[in-house]
């Protein structure tokens, strides 16, 4: 149980990864985003801040207020799933507007939102179920903190794959030829998330954990996504679910 009482120490490198991920993408672009971006921004970093907050409170074995707080964090979830499922749209008005516009927004392409949009809805639901097991194992003190943990991993590829992609621009420019931008950065990106992952479950000794399989393979789907996301069929079903 000892490394459990430092668990909120490495829990501040996933929150240091996904702020300079989006860094430039949120402060950037402040006075432009849309309320709804800065609802969704404070609510990851409040979650990430809770994830810290919550194993330095058990560190410092005050548990009546880790449940106290744990109740609050709840409402934090409920958040996060609900402002991810509503923005869901936003993914297929951007692969609207660059089928109609092809070139404006530089080498990005319908296909892409598309992959962007089903990665965001396996994530969300390995963050949904990561959050139902921790409320079911919360008696068994490290399943609920591996469970807990892991949704960090969950919810690090949109910032993180925005700053690689920023990264990506800055070293060859913004050119609607830089079709690379849609595929290196973004698989670069979850295999720093998938390497996190795995070297928090080896410390922890949570290597064969449901919670990390989940975190791994929800993050891997990526690396299948793409033909997948080109299909018109899926495309065109897409579009009929999801109102934009």
């Keep these: 149980m000892e490394q459990y009482k430092t668990l909120w120490k490495w829990m501040t490198i996933p929150m240091v990864v996904i702020q300079a991920g989006i860094f430039v993408d949120y402060w950037g672009d402040f006075t432009r985003n849309t309320l709804a971006v800065h609802i969704h921004y404070w609510n990851a970093t409040l979650w990430f801040a809770f994830l810290i907050s919550q194993p330095w409170l058990f560190a410092r074995g005050s548990m009546a207020a880790h449940r106290t707080w744990g109740m609050f964090g709840l409402l934090l979830a409920g958040a996060m799933v609900f402002l991810s499922v509503a923005q869901l749209n936003r993914d297929i008005f951007y692969a609207n507007f660059a089928r109609d516009n092809a070139g404006e927004i530089g080498p990005f392409t319908e296909w892409f939102f598309f992959q962007v949009m089903m990665m965001e809805m396996i994530l969300i639901t390995g963050f949904v179920i990561a959050i139902v097991m921790a409320i079911v194992k919360r008696k068994s003190i490290e399943d609920h903190a591996w469970w807990m943990a892991s949704t960090a991993f969950l919810l690090m590829m949109p910032a993180l794959g925005r700053g690689l992609q920023g990264v990506w621009f800055a070293i060859h420019g913004f050119s609607v030829d830089l079709t690379s931008v849609l595929t290196i950065p973004v698989y670069i990106c979850q295999a720093i998330i998938i390497g996190l992952c795995l070297l928090f479950a080896w410390r922890l000794g949570k290597l064969r954990h449901p ?30 679910l999801i109102p934009v």
């Design 211 to 240: 919670a990390t399989w989940i975190a791994v393979g929800a993050n891997a789907a990526l690396f299948i996504m793409q033909p997948i996301a080109q299909s018109p069929s899926v495309q065109a079903l897409w579009r009929a």
